[in-house]
């Protein structure tokens, strides 16, 4: 074994199973010197094709640096680094899965980054969407990082720590290099080294040579390093600010004087140069050249590299900035160039961090704040939310320009909303609306449906919400170009304040409002604000058409925007049944979080998802997504997704026939009082409460509810008036026939088809107990059919069970062929059935291509089709 692996048996063992685990991926983490690269080494060699880059301190500036050399290492498409280094690639969720397809088309793979502590973030970003969605491919993921230092984008690849070497084996590094030291002098590199192998050579070495023991790897790096000639050290500290390439060292020193220089470093075992590159032998010598340095040093070699960068301005900015200690106009404006174009590719963390470094050197004040509020609406854009905060608060605080002020109170106050600090966010959305209804009122429009939002979320502050939009609409609309926008978002605060009530003005406008004839982008937001009150409202036709508009105009160029707009939508359809489209939306919903840092929206879209899986009968999937939101999930800051979760996992109990736990997880709807814990999202479910109350036995509790809930709902949305007749059917015993009759009959009642079902059944039930068995099995024949046609497999069985009770006959169900199918799987044949290619499908669903294809391959022996052209014709029949 190599001296670098001794000790490391188990932790190579580990990496080894973890890239043969189904979805395989690791990062090996350790205090620098602890033999990570050692470990990526020696796994590198298990395989064919290995795809490795590594990083340095420098290239945590470039955007998509990383992917683009992971990318040209493996000679991968021209295509798909033109987009990587497109000055407007692809949205995020569209690249990771262009690099997904590329990686599906070259495997088996392992591809290795070293040092992913200086990976950019963008980068980093993509591999860590990649490494967990490998499962099913040939291709691995291997990472190395310092510890403490681990990337956000990695925390959740399994990682294998490497422990301090034991004493045996540290002495045997020691002799397996040629190290002889006495007892005492041996004892005290050991302990000083404390298991750590680069220590142990590097402390061996000093204490050999008869050196002073230095007290840290890299002090032994800079004794070595300051015994070196001066101009060795002079160009060490050029190799280690510029990334040792020898084509820019070379145009700041003759070669030849070049290559003299570095003659003594070479052979003191400090650099190797090869391949046009100056490699420091590990990383700590390299940071040790830089620290040995003084201030002066340092400023001129990063000025002497500017100067030698003709062809690569990015480069050269950057190393003016290093070079700049004093504020200094035209270095902040270039790097603002440089923060712009980073933006514009979709690297938010760059370019917010080059708005800042430009911020710095900002002579004037006036330009300073400016650059400062880009960097945090830059922050805030890429999902940064915690900087965002941090960079918007001194801005909030102390920026002389009051609109600053203002619209760093409202970005700071929206970061706030997108993360688990709901509480801090509505303190700090106060101040936002205070300044902005003086400074700028469309600003203050956004931040008032923000509140709503958070209003919604949390079940609570509507009385607040009603105060401020009174104050914003005494204080009138802002005459701007696009009016119509101030008006959505009022209908949606609108719809909020009250949401048992339905105000006629606002059910006419998310009815009739006429799309407007703006940008794009601003006709989405007024599409996405009128569907979302129209949800709100029991509108669910308007909220389908106008989110689904919504979703349509930002599809192509921003799909990370239709977060809000498939948060919604996806609820819409799970509404009116329609549970594929529900579980389409869901996916995607969480694939495009996941990949703009929205963690709420990951969480609501699981939450969704886990809701058609359960009104399947799909316990398995039901209850292992389920359980993914309740470890991730912040209780007590986001109600509205607590409370739809307890509505999922009673239907997870009811579909496993669990009566008492169905109701254990749904008691705390209502209060002991009757009051609704979530007014919109308690009232909505108020029948399957009752329902399941009934079912444990539990009448007592419910009276007080439904009692309340007649005296409130009455003039409510016909869904809501729906939902009462459907529970004061359940709880009036021989007088219930009336609320039955209506809660089956009433006009609209068939757009929520799953609550229809559930009323023919309840009422099929209660005719059935009546000794009226004609009339119970023309019910439960309808409802029957109804949890059919959903796929609502569990209320499907019991329909049946009715059914037969009531004498009525029923064949065991047979599937169809397109119920055989996933929700997937079924989108997929739909749009290949209606003539759309394999790409232009997973452009749609934000699939790749191949598993477009995996959908296909498994979905023609279910439909009984030997070709794509049979599809069309196929489906048409189901």
């Known amino acids: 074994m190599p001296a670098s692996l001794l000790g490391r048996d188990r932790e190579l063992g580990e990496v080894r199973r973890l890239l043969a685990a189904g979805t395989p991926a690791a990062v090996v983490v350790g205090l620098p010197g602890a033999g990570k690269t050692s470990i990526l080494t020696a796994v590198a060699g298990d395989r064919r094709l290995v795809i490795t880059a590594t990083c340095a301190p420098g ?14 290492s493996a000679r991968g498409p021209a295509d798909l680094l033109d987009r990587v280094a497109a000055s407007h690639p692809p949205d995020p969720l569209r690249l990771r899965l262009d690099v997904l397809s590329w990686l599906e088309s070259i495997g088996p793979a392992l591809l290795i980054v070293d040092d992913a502590q200086w990976g950019d973030d963008s980068s980093l970003s993509v591999i860590g969407y990649l490494a967990r969605r490998l499962s099913g491919l040939d291709v691995a993921i291997l990472a190395a990082a310092r510890d403490g230092e681990l990337p956000e984008h990695l925390t959740r690849i399994p990682a294998v720590r490497l422990s301090p070497l034991g004493e045996p084996d540290a002495n045997r590094l020691l002799r397996e290099a040629g190290l002889t030291l006495d007892r005492a002098t041996s004892a005290k590199v050991l302990e000083t080294a404390a298991g750590n192998p680069l220590a142990l050579l590097e402390l061996g070495r000093a204490a050999a040579a008869g050196d002073t023991l230095p007290s840290s790897v890299e002090l032994a790096f800079a004794q070595r390093l300051a015994a070196l000639p001066a101009p060795t050290r002079e160009t060490l500290l050029l190799a280690a600010a510029g990334d040792g390439d020898l084509r820019v060292l070379s145009r700041i020193e003759e070669p030849d004087v070049l290559l003299a220089r570095l003659a003594p470093a070479e052979i003191a075992g400090l650099v190797s140069v090869a391949g046009r590159t100056v490699s420091f032998r590990h990383p700590l010598a390299r940071a040790a050249a830089h620290s040995i340095a003084t201030t002066e040093e340092r400023t001129r070699a990063h000025r002497r590299l500017a100067a030698a960068l003709v062809d690569d301005p990015e480069r050269r900015v950057r190393h003016l900035a290093e070079a700049t200690i004093v504020a200094d106009e035209e270095v902040a404006a270039a790097l603002e160039e440089i923060a712009a174009r ?11 961090g080059a708005y800042v470094k430009a911020a710095e050197l900002s002579p004037d004040c006036t330009d300073r704040e400016r650059r400062s509020l880009q960097a945090v609406v830059t922050a805030s854009a890429g999902g940064l939310f915690a900087w965002a905060i941090e960079l918007a608060r001194p801005l909030r605080d102390r920026a002389d320009d009051p609109s600053t002020r203002a619209l760093a109170s409202h970005t700071m106050a929206y970061a706030m909303a997108q993360t688990s600090r709901q509480h801090e966010a509505r303190r700090a959305l106060r101040e936002a609306l205070e300044q902005l209804l003086n400074h700028d009122k469309h600003w203050g429009w956004a931040s008032l449906t923000t509140l709503a939002v958070l209003t919604f979320r ?78 709100i409202l029991d509108e669910s036709g308007a909220a389908l058409a106008r989110l689904g508009r919504s979703i349509d105009l930002r599809r192509a160029d921003a799909p990370a925007k239709t977060v809000n707009s498939l948060m919604t939508i996806a609820q819409v359809h799970i509404d009116v049944g329609d549970y594929d489209a529900g579980d389409q939306a869901g996916r995607m919903l969480t694939e495009i979080a996941a990949a703009g840092r929205h963690p709420y929206a990951v969480e609501h879209g699981l939450e969704l998802r886990a809701r058609v899986a359960a009104l399947r009968g799909q316990a398995g999937a039901a209850r292992e997504m389920a359980d993914r939101i309740l470890r991730d999930l912040e209780i007590g800051e986001f109600a509205s997704v607590e409370r739809n979760l307890q509505v999922t996992r009673s239907y997870l109990a009811f579909a496993e026939r669990d009566a008492q736990g ?43 509810v439904v009692a ?39 006009a609209g009642a068939a757009q929520w088809p799953f609550e229809l079902s559930r009323a023919h059944l309840e009422y099929g039930g209660w005719l059935r107990r009546r000794q009226r068995p004609t009339d119970a099995r023309t019910e439960l024949q309808a409802a029957l059919a109804g949890f059919e046609r959903l796929d609502a497999r569990p209320w499907a069985e019991l329909a049946a069970t009715e059914l037969r009770a009531a004498g009525g006959a029923t064949a065991a169900p047979q599937p169809s062929a397109w119920t055989e199918l996933t929700g997937q799987e079924r989108e997929v044949v739909r749009l290949a059935a209606a003539g759309m290619t394999n790409r232009e499908i997973g452009a749609s669903l934000f699939l790749s291509p191949r598993t477009v294809s995996t959908h296909l391959y498994n979905a023609f022996p279910k439909l009984g089709v030997t070709a794509r052209s049979q599809l069309r014709d196929r489906i048409a029949g189901l």
């Open 708 to 746: 309340l809930a007649a005296d409130r709902l009455s003039t409510a949305s016909p869904r809501l008036r729906l939902q009462l007749a459907r529970s004061r059917a359940l709880l009036a015993g021989d007088e219930a026939e009336p609320f039955h009759r209506f809660a089956t009959t009433a």
């Open 458 to 535: 949390s079940g609570s502050g509507v009385h607040e919400l009603r105060e401020w939009l009174d104050r914003y609409e005494r204080a009138g609309h802002r005459a701007d170009t696009y009016p119509e926008i101030t008006v959505a978002c009022r209908a949606w605060v609108r719809a909020l304040v009250d949401p048992l009530a339905r105000p006629a003005d606002i059910v006419e406008l998310v009815r009739t409002a006429p799309v407007p004839d703006f940008p794009a982008s601003m006709t989405a937001e007024h599409e996405m604000m009128l569907g979302a009150a129209a949800w």
């Open 662 to 704: 169905a109701w254990e997880a749904l008691r705390s709807l209502f209060d002991e009082r009757g009051e609704p814990v979530h007014t919109h999202i308690s009232y909505r479910e108020l029948a399957h409460y009752v329902s399941t109350g009934v079912r444990a036995g539990l009448l007592d509790e419910l009276r007080p």
């Open 59 to 72: 290239d945590q500036q470039i955007p998509f640096g990383l992917l683009a050399d992971l990318i040209s």
């Open 342 to 352: 980073a933006y514009q590719r979709g690297a938010n963390t760059e370019a917010a």
